[in-house]
């Protein structure tokens, strides 16, 4: 079984964030793949489907983005989900808009949703897909800048990477990591 989490905050306030793509990014998947995520269990919103005849959880953590990790840490041990079928989705303020990064293991960096996951489930190894927001405007707080909704001319290529992530995920289901990596992780890449 397999679990594939987005990052975000929950609620009206914080929907159309850049900070939220994670959250966006289930919804997106849970309507592709007809997926309900209605049951509220381990501090998230899931749902549950099948890829390759394997089920699949869908979350969407319902702590905020600085509590992730114990939305994570609950559905990965209630549902006894290895880390190495673990798959987190979030903004990366670094990668372009546009653009978006796998990763199969690492450190948090500096993003304090992926910092509790990290701290929580006590591994750096599971997979990750980075979703760009960025990049920061000269001058302008991080804070408010992940905080803040994409303008309108944003959009088009925000559907563009929420559809590189989907397919993305569908490759790492898969056994694929390795080739989505090579097709997603150089810089500057356009489909």
Do not use: C
Request: glycine fraction near 10%; avoid cysteine.
């Amino acid at each position: 079984m397999w679990a594939i989490v987005g990052l975000g905050n929950p609620g009206r306030k914080y929907s159309a964030t850049r900070h939220n793509v994670g959250l966006t990014f289930i919804k997106q998947v849970a309507r592709d793949w007809k997926v309900r995520l209605l049951k509220k269990k381990f501090l998230a919103k899931m749902g549950e489907g099948k890829r390759e005849e394997e089920r699949v959880i869908l979350a969407m953590p319902q702590t905020y983005m600085n509590r992730s990790g114990l939305a994570v840490k609950q559905i990965v041990e209630g549902e006894r989900i290895s880390s190495e079928k673990l798959v987190v989705v979030y903004d990366d303020l670094d990668i372009p808009l546009g653009e978006i990064r796998i990763r199969k293991e690492g450190g948090p960096g500096t993003h304090k949703g992926m910092n509790s996951v990290v701290q929580e489930i006590k591994t750096t190894k599971f997979f990750r897909i980075r979703v760009g927001i960025g990049p920061l405007r000269s001058g302008q707080d991080a804070t408010s800048f992940v905080l803040s909704p994409f303008e309108e001319k944003e959009k088009l290529l925000l559907k563009k990477s929420l559809k590189k992530a989907q397919e993305a995920l569908e490759m790492i289901l898969s056994g694929e990591v390795e080739k989505a990596m090579n097709q997603y992780n150089q810089k500057g890449k356009t489909l």
